[in-house]
Nanobody, 121 residues
Framework: VQLQASGGGLVQPGGSLRLSCAVS??????IGWFRQAPGKEREGVLC????????FYRHAVKGRFTIDRDNAKNTAYLQMNDLRPEDTAVYYC?????????????????WGQGTLVTVSS
């Protein structure tokens, strides 16, 4: 199983980024996006089930972040709008071998390598 996260970069406050997570070697899975800011623990952000149902793990991103997936491409996306400096972190995608997302964020079975998002003017 391999997960490849991409799309990070430097963006000004209020800007947008779209992260991608390409999955291979796994057919039936939910995907979660997590982030880890410098000096902090990794935290869950959003998760999407096999049928496209989203579960938010962070209230602060509601209304700004959305998650979707293209099962034909085995890829999930995290659309981040109205980015804030506090969103700065390494963003990781993870895959679970279950179809549904857990109610609360918990470690995924498989992880990608992370992509850095920096929000700064």
């Amino acid at each position: 199983v391999q997960l490849q996260a991409s799309g990070g970069g430097l963006v000004q406050p209020g800007g947008s980024l779209r992260l991608s997570c390409a999955v291979s070697g796994l057919d039936y899975y939910s995907i979660g996006w997590f982030r880890q800011a410098p000096g902090k623990e990794r935290e869950g952000v959003l998760c999407i089930s096999t049928t496209g149902r989203a579960t938010f793990y962070r209230h602060a991103v509601k209304g700004r972040f959305t998650i979707d997936r293209d099962n034909a491409k085995n890829t999930a996306y995290l659309q981040m709008n109205d980015l804030r400096p506090e969103d700065t972190a390494v963003y990781y995608c993870g895959a679970s071998g279950t179809s549904q997302c857990s109610t609360y964020a918990r470690p995924m079975a498989y992880w990608g390598q992370g992509t850095l998002v920096t929000v700064s003017s």
